[in-house]
C-alpha cells in the first residue's frame, strides 16, 4: 500500500540529529512504506526544519501497536504534569 | 530474455547524468547502458515512493544487464539533496512531487533515450508503487512510450476527497488516453491498489478497448520485489520479472543490440 497518508503540524521545540540540536518547526506525521523498520506500513514521525534542510530531521518508524502506545505515554506526561490534554494552541 | 552464456563478452556503463527535465530544467538521472553499439531499446524508470535509492539504481542496472539502456530520473530533484530517506520524508511532507512535473520528467527522459545514437528507436516505462501510478499516467498523458508497466501502482483510483494540489485527477480518469500496451503485477494481499481497485481499472481498460495484461499474485501484499524488505515474495518476484522482460522484449524489439 502506499497511502500517501500524512498529517502535519507545527511544533516548538529542538530536536536531535546527526549535526546536534537544531529548532524544531513542524512534525509531519504518515501512514506508510518505512525506510527502515522490518514492517509493511509504519507509522512515521518525522520532526523537522526545513529551513535548515532535508537532513535536520529526528525520525522514528513505529508500528501501529507501537504509535498507539506512544501517544497513551504522551498524553499521560501531560496528564500527571496537570496540563490541560484537550487544548493545544496553534504552535506553542 | 536475455541469452546469458558463460563465454560472452560483457560489460556496462553507469553512471549520474544530468539532463533537461520537465519545462527544461536540469535534473540528474542515473543513466545504465551496455557496452556495443546497440541498436537497444529503452526503459524509463520512475523510482517508488521511498525515494531515488539504492534499489533503483539496482534495477537501472538489471535492465541495463539485460541489453537495454535504462534511466533512472531523479523525480524528487527540485526538492533539493540529501539522503534518499530525508528527501522522501520531505516530499511527503510537502504534500508530494506534482503529476505535471513527473510526467515532463518522465516524458523527457524518454525524449533523451530516443535521441542516442544506441537507441532502437523504442522506450518503455516502467514504475513500482507511486512510480507504478505515474507509469500508467504518463503513458496517458504522453505518446512517448512504446509499452509501461505498473507494478502495484496504488491510488490510479482515487476518490475525490484524495485528491490534492500535486495529484488533482486520478489517473483512471485518463485510460481512454493510454496510448501503449500496458502491463500491470499486483499483490492479492496489497490494501492500496485493493483487488477490486485492480478490477475496476480493468474494467475501464476494457471499456475502450485497451491492449493491457494483469496479473495478480496470491500470498502478495505491495512491493514484492523489494528483496531487502520485509514485502519481498521471491516466487512472485522472479516470475514478475520474467514476465515483464517478455513483455518488454514484444513490444520494444530484441534486446541487447540484436535487431
Known sequence: ?92 | MHPYTTDMYEGMLAETIMLPGHSGEIINAYYARPLGPGPFPGVVLIHHMPGWDELYREFTRKFAHHGYLAISPNIYFRFGHGSPDDMSAKVRGSGGVPDVSVVGDIEASARFLKSLPLSNGKVGVFGTCSGGRQAFLVACKTKSFDAAVNCWGGNVVQPKEKLTPAQPVAPIDYTKDLSSPLLGLFGEEDKNPTRESVHQLEEELKKYGKNYEFHMYPGAGHGFFYYPSVAYRPEAAVDGWKKMFTFFEKYLGTPGGGS
Open chain 1, 1 to 92: 500500500m502506499c497511502t500517501g497518508i500524512v498529517e502535519t503540524a507545527e511544533v516548538s521545540g529542538s530536536g536531535k540529529g546527526p549535526r546536534g540540536w537544531f529548532k524544531l518547526e513542524q512534525v509531519n506525521v504518515s501512514y506508510d512504506h518505512p525506510s527502515d523498520a522490518p514492517l509493511e506500513h509504519a507509522l512515521s514521525i518525522d520532526f523537522v526544519n526545513q529551513k535548515q534542510g532535508p537532513s535536520a530531521r529526528v525520525a522514528v518508524e513505529l508500528s501501529p501497536d507501537s504509535a498507539r502506545r506512544l501517544v497513551k505515554a504522551v498524553l499521560g506526561a501531560l496528564s500527571k504534569a496537570g496540563l490541560d490534554i484537550n487544548e493545544a494552541s496553534n504552535c506553542g
